[in-house]
């Protein structure tokens, strides 16, 4: 699990240091702010292990900067150097400093955890689902230069392991039972084509609902044994093609994870998944980052621990103004 972030002249980060929970961690902020950007940059440091060449290879190709990663240092007048520190609950830490001059420096310090984290792949879910094109996707990829983020490809390659052996463990099946009765079946595979089947019958992935979609996603990485305990989920706006009234069962199963020991970074713009993890609260230990961009500092990052007390929140302003507007017109009427 990570323990701590430090950014320098990273994307739209001047400056920035986050101190993680070992739960669940929320980020919010306006479009542009940089939420998704550190979540792919925690997954790459730990997909990658401790090679340089593996690191740099999956920043290009997870970031989608096929020039270099030089294009991820921070933009301002002259040579600039970025510098990352990543660590880790287990005393381990890894430094990544690289800058955009012609020498492009591209150099990886770390230190070693005192567990085998670096064994775990991390899973992370991107906005867009995945389940409904993934037939031939990989071998696609593989062969041609697809305008797809590898985030598409690592995903899909997990979602097609296998089940485990054996009947899913006591602490699973819940969370599992769950998520099947939200969807309405289990997924099952035939011919590299997703399926949700459910008393017999099978209905192709492509016509199921696509937030459905996302949540049997879940439902497969849990059942294969991607999602376990001492692992990683990153998840990009959860609440996208959801509707709002499913935003307490996505909160539930994050905090069922939780609970299992996955450690969980997301994304969102959603008051109602907000609020929803703000009531989980007191199951889980929950942080909320607030991400603001400032014109002369880059964005700045502050923690929370309550929602109520995120500032700036524009997701929160907005609806108290569309609040009002609504009091306004009742008025005049």
């Not at 090679?51 to 740099?56: I, K, P, R, V, Y």
């Not at 096929?66 to 294009?71: A, E, Q």
């Not at 607030?290 to 700045?300: F, H, T």
């Amino acid at each position: 699990m990570f323990k701590n972030l430090e950014l320098e002249n990273f994307g739209a980060f001047k400056q920035a240091a986050l101190d993680f929970s070992s739960n669940i961690n929320v980020f919010i902020g306006e479009n542009g702010t940089g939420k998704t950007h550190i979540m792919k940059l925690i997954y790459c440091l730990q997909h990658s292990s401790n090679s340089e060449f593996m690191l740099e290879e999956k920043l290009k190709n997870v970031f989608s900067v096929k020039k270099g990663v030089n294009r991820l240092v921070h933009r301002k007048q002259g040579p600039t150097t970025c510098r990352v520190i990543l660590r880790d609950k287990y005393q381990g830490k890894k430094e990544l400093i690289f800058d955009n001059t012609k020498a492009r420096k591209f150099e990886l310090n770390t230190k070693k955890s005192n567990i085998n984290f670096d064994s775990s792949s991390p899973v992370f879910i991107p906005v867009k689902e995945v389940l409904s094109f993934a037939p031939g996707f990989i071998s696609l990829y593989d062969k041609y230069d697809l305008a797809f983020e590898e985030i598409y490809y690592d995903i899909i390659k997990q979602a097609y392991l296998p089940a485990r052996k054996g009947m899913p463990l006591d602490n699973e099946k819940p969370l599992l039972d769950l998520i099947r009765k939200i969807v309405g079946g289990r997924v099952s595979v035939k011919n590299e084509e997703f399926q949700l089947s459910s008393r017999g019958s099978n209905l192709e992935m492509a016509l199921v609902a696509e937030g459905h979609r996302k949540l049997a996603l879940i439902w497969q990485l849990i059942h294969n044994g991607s999602l376990f305990s001492n692992n990683t989920l990153f998840w990009d706006e959860p609440e996208s093609n959801l509707n709002p009234y499913l935003m307490k069962d996505v909160a539930k199963i994050l905090v069922m994870l939780a609970q299992r020991d996955v450690q969980i970074f997301v994304a969102t713009h959603n008051y109602a998944f907000l609020k929803e993890l703000e009531f989980a609260k007191e199951n889980v230990d929950i942080a909320f980052f607030a991400l603001d961009k400032k014109k002369d500092e880059g964005v700045i990052t502050k923690k929370f621990e309550n929602y109520i007390d995120i500032a700036p929140n524009k997701i929160s302003e907005e609806y108290s103004r569309i609040y009002k507007e609504e009091i306004r017109r009742a008025l005049e009427n």
